[in-house]
């Protein structure tokens, strides 16, 4: 169903349903009932302005037969995006980043120790 698979870019792009809406200016509980497959049949109107706030194309969302990992570029996993989405879910900020690149060093200096 169509709701389910903007539910899963969405959330694969780490965007909020409030974001989602407010960008394709449409109301929250409207989003909600389309990926929650109560809105059945949106208008294509509709589901343009969210394909277009998703950097995705239309066909996309009318085609959920498609693997979901398509609609993310190419050089990116979608672990990597969901590793953000975490981060921003935990509180942590894009301007903290460079306070943990010293626990990445930590990291890769123990598997550098560790593989000899």
Do not use: C
Not at 31 to 54: C, Y
């Amino acid at each position: 169903m169509i709701g389910t698979t903007i539910h899963k870019i969405r959330r694969g792009k780490g965007i909020s349903l409030s974001e989602l809406a407010k960008k394709a200016n449409i109301s929250k509980s409207n989003l909600s009932n389309i990926e929650r497959n109560v809105n059945k049949n949106p208008s294509i109107t509709l589901v343009k302005k969210i394909a277009d706030v998703l950097e995705v194309d239309l066909y996309d969302l009318l085609h959920p037969e498609r693997d979901i990992h398509q609609q993310l570029p190419p050089l990116i996993e979608y672990e990597w995006v969901q590793f953000v989405y975490d981060l921003k879910k935990a509180g942590v900020q894009k301007e903290q980043l460079p306070e943990y690149k010293h626990i990445i060093e930590f990291i890769h200096w123990k598997k550098q120790q560790e593989d000899g």
